[in-house]
């Protein structure tokens, strides 16, 4: 697949290697394993020789030794041997005093399990050389909860030091449309839907759908419900290292937020524990949950739900995990079975997403929120809230434009629509039709 996009992450990219070779720069970038953060960095540079190295989980004595033929390889230095990557990142600082150039350390956070002592050296070894030298140094991870912890937790030797953070974030709904322009030029708002369910514009899900050239429903479907398919053990894969032992009750949460138990009421009731701790985490730390609170709700309101904000986890935990067991016996045929079943309904919660990230894309709005009231009644599905122009727009979404009540609309809207008396007012339909 041809690479797509990125333009602004390039850009600032290339900004930071051109200041590197005035002043060391320390760039972070994080993102969800797949999104296309190492593809990325492989197009980003061009103004000086590029050294990767992938830290990957083994000894730290072959690492150094992998890492040094890099360095001889592209830089044409003999640095000699090292047991410690320490040893070797002193030797490349020093280095860089005198050749410019980039050091991407990617899978940064699999230090912490090779050798936790490497950070606090690194920053001792960083905070000596760096007035002098010139490098440009990314460090990328895909477990966002360690790397945020390395970087941003003030306990922590590397706190403060990254002169830079970039959150790779999956492909917009405008370059999920141009690949499917590009890819399958026939394409209907029913397979954008089907394709924007499944892969959330995660540049490797989207990558296995092109190879296989699957792009409307049934291929999408053929392409996941198959033995030897990539995705049936992915949602584990990507998240069972950032969970660890406690992976089991996480999720058991994902899985009942999947299936529309989104408040922690309807969780508590099912799991008999207390998931308040479980939920936080999956919010601030690992970023996978999304709290939702009515619009003009106060920040204490209890009236929360809880949305996985990940498309293709939504949908694993919704089919996959749900119903492991059968997958564990091969009967993938009942699965897939039970997402043409449950499809209509599934894929209207997923078309309101859709359209949020259409309003969030836009620009237009300095608030993008639903409503609904404490008994959770009158819900709206989206309001847009421009402060500047002074405009709200109350919308009502549903896969059928027929099955769209603009009056019902008007009447829920009636209590909101009171409280911005100044406030032009905008109601709105929105369909399949509209995508």
Known sequence: MQFYDRKSEIETLQQIEARSAISAQMTTIVGRRRVGKTTLLKQAFNATPVLYFFIAKKNEVLLCEEFNREVQEKLKVPLGSFNRFADLFKVLMHLSERIHFTLILDEFQEFNSINNSLFSEMQNIWDTYKEKSHINLILCGSIYSLMKRIFENSKEPLFGRATHKIVLKPFTIATIKDILHDYSPTYTNE???????????????????????????????????????????????????????????????????????????????ILNISVGGYLEKLEKEYSIITRLRPLMAKEGSRNNKYRIEDNFLNFWFRFIYKYRSAIEISNLQYVRDIVERDYTIYSGLILEKYFRYQMIESRQYSTIQGYWNNKNENEIDIIGVNEMEKRIIFCEVKRNRNKINMELLHTKATEIAGKFPTFTKEYKGLSLDDM
């Open 191 to 269: 397979d954008l839907l089907f394709f924007f369910m499944v892969t959330g514009g995660v540049a490797k899900y989207i990558e296995q759908l092109v190879i296989r050239r699957a792009f409307t429903k049934e291929t999408i479907l053929d392409t996941i419900f198959r033995e030897d398919s990539f995705f049936l053990d992915e949602g584990r894969d990507v998240l069972i290292n950032e969970f660890g032992k406690d992976y089991g009750n996480y999720f058991s949460i994902l899985s009942l937020i999947a299936s529309s138990k989104t408040d922690r009421g309807a969780i508590e009731s």
